[in-house]
Structures are given as structure tokens and as C-alpha cells.
């Protein structure tokens, strides 16, 4: 008895089995004689767009008119429009810290301190914005958001 009633559950839990993994999806049908051609979906191939040399590539200018006064450095730097500022901190030793580093290197860098307490370390100042988004450019490996800033 007991090895009937085994046979009966294994052969119920394999017409179960069989039962549940038929597809309920319909098939269509295609009529007899009917010529379907396959057609691959259509791409579009797109040439890239590469600008003349002649034109320029407008690059994203960051500038900020603020108030400032000198924290530390030459005085006479301060008589300039335009100013190159590579760091922005709101503590004094982070930006002497950049400044020492590089005055090491052979730079002019000076620290000034706006109204919000921000203090800024300007790398190089211009009378000319041109001559000062130049120097970012050639400044961008090192100091990547590097920014002009001019005094109200």
C-alpha cells in the first residue's frame, strides 16, 4: 500500500509539473503560401560633426565680481582688473598652505579675503580678461577650477 500511494504522488507531481510549464501564448499562424521576407531594423549611421578651425569653441566662462582686501602678499598686485584664482577656502591656513606651495614654485601668489570671510589665492592678476582666461587654460591640468575673479 504504502509503495502505491508513492507512485500516486510522484506520478500526480509530474502531470503537474508537465501541466504548468505549457505556454498558454498562442501561436499565429502563418497561411499557406504566404512570403514574409525578414527585414532587419533599420540604423542610422551618423557622421560626427567636426567644427572648422576657424571656429572657435566657446568654453564656459567663470567669473565672480566680488569685494576684497589683501591678506598676505604684494600690495601692488591689487592694481590689476582681472585675478587668477586657483584655491577658495574658508580657513586662512589652507589658503597660506597653497600659497607657500606656490611661492615655492616661482610664483606671485597672493591671498585676499572677500566679505563673505572666503579667503581666494590668485595665482596671477591682468588688466586684459582675454590675457587671464588665457593663463586658466594654460593652468586647467593642474587647477581645474580655476575662475577670474574681478573687484566690485
Request: charged letters at 25%; a positive charge.
Amino acid at each position: 500500500m504504502n509503495k502505491t500511494i508513492r507512485l500516486a504522488l510522484a506520478l500526480a507531481v509530474v502531470m503537474l509539473a508537465t501541466s504548468a510549464c505549457k505556454t498558454k501564448q498562442k501561436i499565429a499562424e502563418i497561411p499557406a503560401g504566404a512570403n514574409i521576407e525578414a527585414k532587419a531594423p533599420k540604423t542610422e549611421v551618423r557622421t560626427p560633426v567636426i567644427p572648422n578651425e576657424k571656429e572657435e569653441v566657446k568654453e564656459a566662462e567663470v567669473t565672480r565680481n566680488e569685494n576684497f582686501s589683501l591678506v598676505d602678499g604684494d600690495k601692488d598686485a591689487l592694481k590689476y582688473k582681472y585675478y587668477v584664482v586657483v584655491g577658495s577656502f574658508s580657513k586662512q591656513t589652507n589658503a597660506k598652505g597653497l600659497q607657500t606651495t606656490l611661492i615655492g614654485e616661482g610664483n606671485k601668489a597672493i591671498i585676499v579675503v572677500n566679505e563673505k570671510g572666503m579667503f581666494r589665492v590668485l595665482i596671477n592678476s591682468f588688466n586684459d580678461y582675454n590675457l587671464a582666461h588665457a593663463r586658466i587654460r594654460e593652468i586647467a591640468n593642474r587647477f581645474p577650477d580655476a575662475w577670474v575673479l574681478v573687484q566690485k
